[in-house]
């Protein structure tokens, strides 16, 4: 039998797994509806170079398919949606650029228009920069406005969690 070296280990230490570390940061608690619980922020949706990535895409397979009717998740593989072009597709429609397709009243799932005004900006018409959302409505508009190559030359790329702007509606 060979001799290894003892291994030694740091001691053990009591923590106290019920309190954050003293110098742990401290999160906002965020706002809840009084009566329901629900959350009362207000959401600013900036457009950014990311989004727009998405939106040519759809602008593409439309003129390639001949109709304004996309089922996003079968696109060309050239124009597959990324994982962040999905999770932010809705940001899109805040803005006005998309919508849903649909037959009466029903929304066909997964299927998505290029909207007048979406091939307008692609166009070069400027929308507001910003929207504003409350529990997935828009609520309000800033009023800066941003062509298409304003927006594909600012930062961030995509909005992070660092970027997020919100606002606390008011209770009543």
């Known amino acids: 039998m060979t001799d290894q070296p003892t291994r030694t280990f740091p001691p053990l230490v009591d923590l106290d797994i019920t309190q954050p570390p ?17 959350s009362m922020k207000m959401y600013w949706h900036k457009i ?10 759809l602008r593409k397979a439309v003129a ?5 009717d996309i089922k996003i998740d079968k696109l ?29 009243d029903q929304v066909k799932r997964g299927r998505w228009l290029l909207t007048l005004k979406g091939s307008n900006f692609i166009g070069g018409m400027p929308i507001p920069e910003r929207v504003q959302t409350f529990r997935n409505k828009v609520t309000d508009h ?4 941003v062509t298409i190559s304003e927006a594909m030359h600012s930062v961030p790329y995509w909005q992070g969690i660092d970027d997020i702007e919100y606002e606390i509606k008011e209770v009543k």
């Open 22 to 38: 003293e110098d742990a940061p401290i999160l906002q608690e965020s706002k809840k509806c009084p009566h329901c619980g629900a």
């Open 48 to 57: 950014t170079p990311g989004l727009i990535k998405g939106l040519l895409k």
């Open 76 to 104: 060309p593989k050239e124009w597959e949606l990324t994982k962040w072009e999905r999770a932010n597709w809705s940001k899109l429609r805040f803005h006005g650029l998309v919508a849903k397709v649909k037959d009466g």
């Open 142 to 145: 800033s009023p800066e406005q």
């Open 64 to 68: 390639l398919k001949g109709t304004n």
